[in-house]
Structures are given as C-alpha cells and as structure tokens.
C-alpha cells in the first residue's frame, strides 16, 4: 500500500528558508519520479517540482533558483528545500507519485509565509 507522508511545513517570514520531506512507503522508491505540487485557497493544484529515476529536476519558473528538490532512495525520502520563501509561496504541499496511471497523494504540509 502506498502511503506519503509529509512534515516540515510551518510559519516563516519572507525571505526565509523551509525544508520538507515525505517518507515513502509501500512501493519501490528508485523506480519511481517523484513530485511536490502545491495547492492555495481557491487555486488549483500546482505543480511546483519534480525529480525523476536519474535525479534529472524541473520546476515551475517561479521557484527555479530558490527551490530544491532532492531524493535519497537508501532513506525512501523525497525532499524540497525552500529558500527565499515569498508570500505567494503560502499552499498547502504536497508529495505526490504516479502509478500504473494512479495518483497517490499524501496528506499535505501547509507553508505559511507571512511577516
């Protein structure tokens, strides 16, 4: 059963740095890309960045030179390190993987980022 789990979200002033992480189970993580989208009141879901089998990354402009995504398959852990956070960054986050056409979803982790 796959299961995502995700923390490290929370309340940061702009300008200042996040990292969050989902804990993967019940699949095998190396064969897998993984993904961290985001979704904020009244928008739809968005996705922010991605990173596929041979660590190969892509974001969506507006976080490209803040944010990085990183994996570390031995720990089943997908990770996204925020840096610079703007306010237009608040959404709740979430990890995201396809399979055999399925999308499986964890539970989210709201970033806040506000002064």
């Known amino acids: 059963q796959v299961q995502l789990v995700e923390s490290g979200g929370g309340l940061v002033q702009p300008g200042g740095s996040l990292k969050l992480s989902c804990a993967a189970s019940g699949f095998t993580m190396p064969l897998y890309a993984m993904n961290w989208l985001r979704q904020a009141p009244g928008n739809e879901r968005e996705l922010v960045a991605s990173i596929d089998v041979r660590d190969r990354r892509n974001y969506v402009d507006s976080v490209k030179g803040r944010f990085i995504i990183s994996r570390d398959n031995v720990k089943n852990t997908v990770y996204l390190q925020m840096n610079n956070l703007k306010p237009e960054d608040t959404a709740m986050y979430y990890c995201?993987?396809?399979?055999?056409?399925?999308?499986?979803w964890g539970q989210g982790t709201q970033v806040t980022v506000s002064s």
């Open positions: 995201n993987i396809r399979q055999s056409g399925r999308d499986y």
